[in-house]
C-alpha cells in the first residue's frame, strides 16, 4: 500500500513540535518516544504499520482545539483515532503525523430520556452509550460487530452500521448533533437534541468524512426504548437463488425484521467445524430476527415461516426459548473467528443489491477458482451488505497480494451490478485507490472541494479516502 | 422557461447561464428568500428508471411528480416512508408537486419521528453542479459509506448546491393495518408529556402531534401506530394505558380512512390552510416546545399552534412581519410562510452562528462558484 512519503521538515522539527504539544497537554498525554509510538502504528487493518511522530490523548474538546492549533500553525498532518478497530486503515498513520486520540473522552454528559438522546464524548465506546441507559430501558441502535470495543468518534467518522441496521438505520439516522473542532483549532456546534439542520446539512456529511472534515469530540445521539423480545427463525436452502428470493419475498411482505443474516456453503462448513451450532449442511442459510411482545413475535414468525415454506427450504427452526436463540446466533457470531481457525483472511464490505446476489456469488465462487484462494460468505441480507471473507497465508510470500487483487475484483463486481465499495468500514486506505472504479474524476473532485472548505491546508488524515494520485495537487499545493 | 428534457441539456443550460437561475420543481414550494432569475425547471426530468419492490428501491427523475411515484409504490403495496408533506394547501399553490422539489427541501411528514427525514431515505442523487458538471453521489443500495455523503448535503440544500436531475429512494411496505390512539381535553404542557411517554415505550409510534384546536374544535393529541393486526391491536391498548394516566379521555380509532385523514391533516398543518398570517416551522428540543409557545403567546394572544413530532416540530401561525425568533430556544425557525416583503426583511431560514455560515458559504462557493443558482434563497 502506498503512502506518501513523509514531509521531511516535519520529522526535523519533532522536538519542537512535541514541546508545543507537551505546553497545551498534562505530560502523560503527550507519547513520542519511539518504543511508546509504535502503540499506534496501525489499527485493525494489521497489514500496513508505521509509528506516527506522536501520538496524543487530550482530555477534553479544549485540549483538541490546543492540539490543532499546535498541528495546523506548524503544518503537521492529524490522524484522528477513536478505539483504532478500523478494518480499512482509516486510523492508520504517517511518520509525519500526530495522532490525536480520544480514548480519554469517554464521560456520558447527559441522558435525557424524555427527549431520547444522550449526550456523550466520542471516545465512549458503542456498547457503554447503550450500558449507560440500559437501567432506564433504552439503548444505541447502531451495533457494529466491534461494539465492545469502538468508539463513537470512529462510528462517526466511517459512518457505522452493524447487523440490526435493516430497522434502525446506521449511525447517520442516529447522530443528532455534534461539537467539532476544526483543523484550525475552531470548536463548532452543529446540530443538537433537535431534528433536521436549520440551513445546509454539514452533519450529514461530516458523519461519514473519515476524520478529514474535523475532530468530534461530543456528540448527542438518538437513543430509544428497547424492544419487549426479539426471537430468530432459521432457514436452510439448496441455492444461493432461492435464499436471495426468500429475503426479497419477506422484505416485500411488508414484515420489517430487525436482522436478516446470510451465510453461504462455505462459511458454513467452517463455522460448524468450530462453533458446532448445530446448523444443517446446506447451500445457504438465513438467520431472520424479529422484534415485539411475544404476540407479535409469534403473529411475524408465522408469516416470515409461511413465506419460507414456499421456496422449500431444507431446514426450518424456530426458536422457543433464550438458550435456542442463542444457538441460532451462535455459528453466525462465530463466523468471523471461525474462518480465522482455517488461515489468515480479509474481509471485505462492499453493498450490492438485493436483487443481484445469486449472480455476485456465483461470481466470487468463480473468482475464487481462478485466485485459487477460498471464500467464505456472510451478509447482511436485507441491505444487501456482503463479508467475503477471503483466506490467505500472511506468511507465503505473495499471497496477501494475491488475496488483495481478489478483493479488488470482488469490490469492482459490487460496483458493476450497481452497489458500491463499502457499505460501512469506510474507504480509508485499503479501498482508496479503487474509489476511480465508483467515481468519475467530478465526483471525487466535488468531495476533495468540502475537504478544501473544511480543510484548506488537507492536514486532517491526508493520505486516506481519495486515490493519491487525485488528491496529490491538493495535499501538495500546501505542504 | 427553460425546461431540459435530459440531464445532458440541463448541464448545457446551467454551464451557458450567464445569470441567475430560479430552479423549480412543480413550483409548489415557494419558500425562501425571493430570487429574481429565469426559471430553469426540472419538470421535464420525469419518470420512474427503476423499481426494485423486493430490494425497497425506486429511481427516479428529479421532474417525476409525487403522484406518479405513490402511484407506481402502491401499485405494490409500499410507499414512501418519510411521508412528505403535500404544501399546496398551506402556501395556496397548484402545481405538480415533484419528487426533486421534495427533497432539495427535505421535507418530511409526522412519520419523521420513526423513519427518520427524506435525507434518510435517500440513497443517492445526480446533480448538476453551478459550473454545470454532471455529478453523482451514493447510490441505490441501503449501505454505502464510498466516499463522503454529498447526499445528505443534497437533501434540503434548496437548488443552492447543484440542480438535482435524478433521486435514488429506500421506499417502504404499506402496513397491513393502522390504529391511532387519541386523548382528548389535555394542556399542551400535558400533551408534549404524554407524546414523551409514547414516545419512549417500547410501542414503535409512528407518529405523535397535538392540536390545541382540533378539527372538532378541542384539544386533542394523537398517537400511530402501524404494522401487522396483531401488533396494532396489542399496542394501541398497551398505549392507552400509558395515555391513561395524564388525565383526558382516552380512544382509539382503528378505522383506516379516518386514521389517514387525521393525519394527513396533521401532515399538510390543515389547521392553518385559507388563513391570512405568517406560518412559522419550529424545530425544537420536545420538551422546550409548549414552553416556546407559552413566550410568543405573551406577546401574541391570537397564536394557531400545531405540534408534531412529539413536540420536536411546532407550527405556528403569527401576524405578518413579526419576528417569531425574539424568544429563546434550543432549535431552529423557518418562516415558511409569509409575504414577499417579510421574507425579504425577516431571515426565512435561521441565521447560523458565524463559523457554521462560513463553512456553508463556501460550500456554495466551491458547488455554485458563480452564484447562480438560487442565489440568496437560504439567506
Known amino acids: 500500500m502506498e503512502m506518501p512519503a513523509p514531509n521531511p521538515e516535519v520529522l526535523a522539527k519533532k522536538a519542537r513540535v512535541v514541546a508545543q504539544l507537551q505546553d497545551v497537554l498534562p505530560r502523560s498525554a503527550v507519547i513520542f518516544e519511539e518504543s511508546e509510538t509504535r502503540a499506534y502504528e496501525c489499527d485493525a487493518l494489521t497489514a500496513y504499520r508505521c509509528p506516527p511522530l506522536a501520538a496524543v490523548l487530550p482530555s477534553s474538546t479544549q485540549e483538541v482545539a490546543a492540539v490543532l492549533k499546535v498541528c495546523h500553525a506548524e503544518g503537521v498532518p492529524v490522524v484522528p483515532r477513536g478505539a483504532g478497530t478500523s478494518l480499512a486503515g482509516g486510523a492508520m498513520p504517517t511518520a509525519d503525523s500526530v495522532i490525536l486520540g480520544v480514548a480519554r473522552m469517554t464521560e456520558v454528559l447527559e441522558a435525557d430520556y424524555a427527549n431520547r438522546t444522550i449526550r456523550v464524548q466520542t471516545g465512549r465506546t458503542n456498547l457503554s452509550v447503550s450500558g449507560a441507559v440500559e437501567e432506564e430501558g433504552f439503548f444505541y441502535a447502531p451495533d457494529p460487530s466491534s461494539q465492545l470495543a469502538c468508539a463513537i468518534a470512529g462510528n462517526i467518522a466511517m459512518n457505522s452500521g452493524g447487523a440490526h441496521c435493516l430497522k434502525y438505520g446506521v449511525t447517520t439516522n442516529n447522530l443528532m448533533g455534534v461539537t467539532m473542532v476544526t483543523m484550525e483549532g475552531e470548536i463548532v456546534e452543529i446540530g443538537g437534541a433537535y431534528l433536521d439542520a436549520s440551513g445546509l446539512d454539514l452533519l450529514g456529511v461530516i458523519c461519514g468524512s473519515e476524520g478529514q472534515l474535523g475532530v468530534v469530540t461530543e456528540a448527542t445521539l438518538r437513543i430509544l426504548h428497547k424492544p419487549e423480545g426479539a426471537r430468530p427463525v432459521l432457514m436452510g436452502f439448496d441455492s444461493n437463488e432461492v435464499a436471495g428470493e426468500c429475503v426479497s419475498d419477506i422484505i416485500k411482505s411488508g414484515i420489517l425484521p430487525v436482522a436478516i443474516e446470510f451465510m453461504d456453503r462455505p462459511c458454513i462448513r467452517a463455522t460448524e467445524a468450530f462453533a458446532g451450532a448445530g446448523y444443517p449442511d446446506c447451500e445457504a442459510l438465513l438467520i431472520v430476527e424479529v422484534e415485539g411482545s411475544e404476540e407479535e413475535i409469534a403473529a411475524q414468525l408465522e408469516r416470515i415461516l409461511a413465506i419460507a415454506r414456499t421456496h422449500n427450504p431444507v431446514e426450518l427452526r424456530e426458536s422457543r426459548s433464550a438458550d435456542e436463540s442463542a444457538r441460532i446466533w451462535l455459528g453466525r457470531k462465530s463466523a468471523f473467528g471461525a474462518m480465522g481457525q482455517i488461515n489468515d483472511y480479509m474481509c471485505l464490505d462492499g453493498t450490492i443489491p438485493v436483487s443481484q446476489l445469486p449472480y455476485v456469488l456465483r461470481r466470487i465462487g468463480e473468482l475464487s477458482k481462478e485466485y485459487g484462494l477460498d471464500v467464505g460468505n456472510v451478509f447482511h441480507a436485507g441491505d444487501g451488505n456482503m463479508h467475503p471473507l477471503i483466506l490467505f497465508d500472511a506468511n507465503k510470500p505473495g499471497d496477501l497480494e494475491k488475496c488483495e487483487a481478489f478483493g479488488a475484483d470482488i469490490l469492482r463486481l459490487c460496483v458493476e451490478v450497481g452497489g458500491c465499495l463499502t457499505g460501512e468500514h469506510g474507504v480509508g486506505i485499503e479501498k482508496r485507490d479503487l474509489m476511480v472504479d465508483q467515481y468519475a474524476p467530478a465526483d471525487l473532485d466535488i468531495q476533495m472541494a468540502v475537504k478544501d472548505v473544511f480543510d484548506p491546508k488537507w492536514l486532517l488524515n491526508p493520505a486516506k479516502v481519495f486515490p493519491l494520485a487525485s488528491s496529490e495537487t491538493r495535499r501538495m499545493a500546501v505542504a | ?379
Not at chain 2, 437561475?21 to 421535464?44: E, F, K, N, W, Y
Not at chain 2, 407518529?207 to 393486526?229: K, Q, S, W
Request: with cysteine; aromatic share 4%.
Open chain 2, 1 to 379: 422557461m427553460m425546461r431540459p428534457k435530459s440531464e445532458a441539456e440541463l448541464a448545457d443550460m446551467v454551464a451557458g447561464a450567464t445569470a441567475a437561475l430560479r430552479i423549480q420543481g412543480g413550483g409548489t414550494r415557494d419558500i425562501g428568500a425571493p430570487v429574481a432569475g429565469a426559471v430553469l425547471s426540472t419538470g421535464g426530468l420525469s419518470g420512474v428508471s427503476l423499481y426494485e419492490p423486493g430490494a425497497l428501491t425506486l429511481v427516479a427523475g428529479a421532474g417525476t411528480p409525487v403522484a406518479e411515484i405513490e402511484a407506481t409504490l402502491a401499485s405494490e403495496k409500499q410507499r414512501l416512508a418519510f411521508e412528505p408533506m403535500d404544501h399546496r394547501g398551506l402556501l395556496g399553490g397548484d402545481g405538480v408537486s415533484t419528487i426533486g422539489g421534495v427533497v432539495a427541501a427535505n421535507v418530511s411528514g409526522p412519520r419523521r419521528i420513526q423513519v427518520g427525514a427524506c435525507r434518510d431515505s435517500l440513497l443517492g442523487v445526480r446533480f448538476v453542479d453551478g459550473a454545470g458538471r454532471a455529478l453523482k453521489n451514493g447510490g441505490r443500495v441501503m449501505k454505502n459509506v464510498t466516499g463522503y455523503d454529498l447526499v445528505k448535503l443534497m437533501a434540503g440544500s434548496w437548488g443552492t448546491l447543484g440542480v438535482l436531475s435524478e433521486v435514488s429512494l429506500k421506499v417502504q411496505a404499506m402496513p397491513e393495518a393502522v390504529g391511532c390512539v387519541l386523548v382528548h381535553g389535555l394542556s399542551e404542557v400535558d400533551a408534549v408529556s404524554a407524546m414523551s411517554a409514547a414516545l419512549g415505550s417500547p410501542y414503535d409510534v409512528s407518529g405523535a402531534a397535538h392540536a390545541p384546536v382540533g378539527a372538532d374544535g378541542h384539544p386533542v393529541t394523537m398517537i400511530r401506530i402501524e404494522g401487522l393486526e396483531a401488533s396494532v391491536a396489542y399496542r394501541a391498548a398497551k398505549l392507552t394505558d400509558v395515555l391513561s394516566s395524564f388525565g383526558g379521555e382516552v380512544s382509539v380509532e382503528r378505522d383506516p380512512d379516518r386514521v389517514a385523514a387525521g393525519w394527513t391533516w396533521v401532515r399538510d398543518v390543515a389547521v392553518m390552510h385559507n388563513t391570512v398570517g405568517d406560518v412559522w416551522r419550529f424545530s425544537v428540543k420536545p420538551s422546550e416546545a409548549s414552553g416556546v409557545v407559552a413566550n410568543l403567546r405573551a406577546a401574541q394572544p391570537d397564536l394557531v399552534v400545531l405540534y408534531d413530532w412529539g413536540g420536536g416540530l411546532v407550527w405556528v401561525k403569527m401576524p405578518e412581519g413579526v419576528d417569531a425568533r425574539q424568544v429563546d430556544f434550543h432549535g431552529h425557525a423557518t418562516l415558511v410562510r409569509g409575504s414577499e416583503a417579510t421574507r425579504k426583511s425577516l431571515a426565512v431560514f435561521q441565521p447560523e452562528p458565524a463559523p457554521l455560515a462560513a463553512l456553508s458559504n463556501g460550500l456554495r462557493a466551491q458547488f455554485d462558484p458563480r452564484g447562480i443558482l438560487n442565489p440568496g434563497l437560504m439567506g
